[in-house]
């Protein structure tokens, strides 16, 4: 069964440290894709990134990376030099092409960064 | 490009009044999904679409609920009756080819 768990439920750091959510998920499927949204107090869902399972390479944009971990059933996202503006509930989720796309959401972490 | 749009953003009614609401997908994408979010569980995906045929309802919390996509480009999910309950954040999201879903910006709903 597919699952996807975000131990962390909620984080406080200062601004400009960097921090790292945990995400780790579970499938048999061997196609299967991971993302990462954003929940920022507007409420909206915003896409950050979509890695496939045929790609473990680390992926940088900006001051957010996010490391593929195939062998730990892990993808991790670290936000460097954190920022006020990042405070946001972020959603790491999984989706299998044996279940048609359908995404299923882990809990979630709430992130707040005080100046 | 505009993205997906979701209508009413805000929702208030009482109990046992019938609730619709509506979705536009971004044109061109072939998947839509119905997804609720509330405290206790979290985002959960209601029912989705394929090319406007409904593929998967098991998320359907009970026969109170349905939803329709008569064509490509419009969606609604609708409740009769409502109660307190089904207050929560309703989302609307649309994917080409069952890739990245984009998602609307919700209804919050409240039933009262």
């Known amino acids: 069964a597919q699952k996807v768990t975000q131990a962390q439920t909620e984080i406080s750091v200062v601004e400009k440290e960097d921090v790292t959510l945990d995400c780790v998920y579970e499938t048999r499927d061997t196609t299967y894709y991971l993302f990462w949204y954003k929940q920022p107090p507007s409420g909206e869902l915003v896409f950050l990134i979509r890695?496939?399972?045929?790609?473990?390479q680390n992926e940088i944009s900006g001051r957010y990376s996010w490391n593929f971990q195939k062998s730990t059933s892990s993808f991790n996202f670290t936000i460097t030099a954190s920022q006020v503006v990042d405070s946001a509930v972020y959603f790491c989720?999984?989706?299998?092409?044996?279940?048609?796309?359908?995404?299923?959401f882990g809990s979630g972490t709430r992130l707040l960064v005080r100046p | 490009d505009a993205g997906v749009i979701q209508s009413p953003r805000h929702e208030v009614t009482e109990m046992g009044q019938e609730v619709t609401l509506r979705c536009k997908p971004i044109?061109?994408?072939?998947?839509l999904f119905w997804y609720r979010q509330t405290m206790m569980r979290g985002l959960e995906l209601l029912i989705y679409?394929?090319?406007?045929?409904?593929?998967?309802d098991s998320g359907m919390p009970e026969d109170r609920f349905s939803a329709k996509m008569p064509n490509a480009s419009f969606s609604t999910l609708k409740i009769q009756p409502s109660e307190p309950r089904d207050s929560a954040v309703y989302f609307c999201?649309?994917?080409?080819?069952?890739?990245?879903?984009?998602f609307g910006p919700g209804t919050r709903l409240l039933v009262l």
């Open positions: 679409f394929n090319n406007n045929v409904p593929i998967d």
């Open positions: 989720a999984l989706s299998e092409a044996d279940s048609s796309y359908k995404l299923i």
């Open positions: 890695r496939n399972s045929f790609d473990e």
């Open positions: 044109s061109g994408h072939d998947y």
């Open positions: 999201a649309s994917t080409w080819g069952g890739e990245t879903q984009y």
